[in-house]
C-alpha cells in the first residue's frame, strides 16, 4: 500500500512522512554498506589476485621449459612444454602459496628405437621422464635455474633468484612487472652472457656433435667436499663476473635472493639486452 493512502490527516501525514524518511535512510544505509561490500570485495580480489609467468624463447632453436614444484606444494600444469623460436607460453601459479623452480631443457629429441616407449631425451636439463612433461621430476645437471616462492601470508610477496647451483645450459632473464611495480621498484634478475662460449674445458658438458651444450659448476665438476667447491676460485669468479645476479656459484655463495609484490613475471630463455 502506498503510504499516506489511507488518512490525510495530520499525524498520520507525519507518521507517513517519518516513515518514507526512514525508509530513503534505510536504502541509502544499504546502498552504503553495499558499495562498502564491493568496495572490500574489491579490494580483497585485488590482493590475492594470481601470479603469472610468460615464457618467451628467444633461442635460436626449441626449448622445453621445466616446472617442478617444491614437496607439499600443488604442481604448476603443464609440468613441461614445448617452446618454438619465438614463442610465448603463459602459466599461472597453483595457488598463492607455491614454490618451486623453473628451467629449459635443450637438444631434444624423440628416440623412436627406445624399447620402453619413453622416446623423449635432452642433452641437457633432462628430467628423465621420458616424456615433454616432466610429472615432478627435477633436472639433470647442468641446467640454469629460477626459482620462486609465493607468499601469501607476506602480503604476497614473491621471492626469486636466478641460480648456476646446478650449473648452466643457457643464459634466462626474469623481469617483474604488474601489482605494486607501477613505479618499476622491482629488480629483474637474470644473465644474458653465454657462459658455455667461455667455459673452461673441464667443466663443459658436449653432446654427440662434440658442441659445449652446457657449463658445470665447480661442485658439479669436483665433488661436494673439494675447495673449489666449498670456497670462492678462478671457476666462481669466471660464473660471477658473467652473471653477477646469479645464486649458487659455489657452496657459500651468498647473493641475495630478490623480493617483489609485482604478480606477473617474463621468464626470457635467451634474453637480448
Excluded at 602459466?91 to 620402453?116: E, K, M, Y
Excluded at 629460477?146 to 647451483?165: E, H
Excluded at 617483474?176 to 644474458?192: A, E, F, K, L, Q
Aim: a negative charge; charged letters at 15%.
Amino acid at each position: 500500500m502506498v503510504p499516506g493512502a489511507i488518512s490525510s490527516s495530520p499525524s498520520s501525514s507525519s507518521s507517513s512522512s517519518s516513515s518514507s524518511s526512514s525508509s530513503s535512510s534505510s536504502s541509502s544505509s544499504s546502498s552504503s554498506s553495499s558499495s562498502s561490500s564491493s568496495s572490500s570485495s574489491s579490494s580483497s580480489s585485488s590482493s590475492s589476485s594470481s601470479v603469472t609467468f610468460t615464457f618467451k624463447n628467444n633461442c635460436h632453436d626449441t626449448v622445453y621449459p621445466g616446472v617442478l614444484s617444491n614437496v607439499g606444494m600443488p604442481p604448476l600444469h603443464p609440468t613441461g612444454f614445448a617452446l618454438e623460436k619465438g614463442e610465448s607460453k603463459i602459466l599461472t601459479a597453483p595457488s598463492s602459496n607455491w614454490a618451486g623452480q623453473i628451467w629449459a631443457r635443450t637438444h631434444c629429441s624423440n628416440h623412436s628405437n627406445d624399447d620402453d616407449g619413453n622416446h623423449f631425451k635432452c642433452d641437457t636439463g633432462d628430467c628423465g621422464s621420458g616424456k615433454v612433461e616432466c610429472f615432478g621430476a627435477g633436472p639433470t645437471p647442468p641446467t640454469t635455474l629460477v626459482q620462486f616462492t609465493i607468499d601469501d601470508k607476506d602480503v604476497g610477496m614473491v621471492y626469486f633468484d636466478m641460480s648456476l647451483v646446478k650449473g648452466y645450459n643457457l643464459p634466462i632473464w626474469v623481469a617483474p612487472y604488474g601489482r605494486n611495480n607501477n613505479n618499476n621498484d622491482c629488480i629483474s634478475v637474470g644473465c644474458h652472457v653465454d657462459l658455455n662460449q667461455m667455459c673452461p674445458s673441464e667443466l663443459r658438458v658436449m653432446n654427440s656433435d662434440l658442441e659445449t651444450v652446457a657449463c658445470k659448476n665447480s661442485c658439479g665438476a669436483f665433488g661436494s667436499s673439494d675447495k673449489y667447491c666449498l670456497k670462492p676460485s678462478h671457476y666462481s669468479k669466471l660464473f660471477k663476473d658473467a652473471c653477477p645476479q646469479a645464486t649458487g656459484t659455489y657452496a657459500g655463495d651468498q647473493t641475495t635472493t630478490l623480493s617483489c609484490t609485482a604478480d606477473h613475471y617474463n621468464v626470457t630463455f635467451c634474453p637480448t639486452r
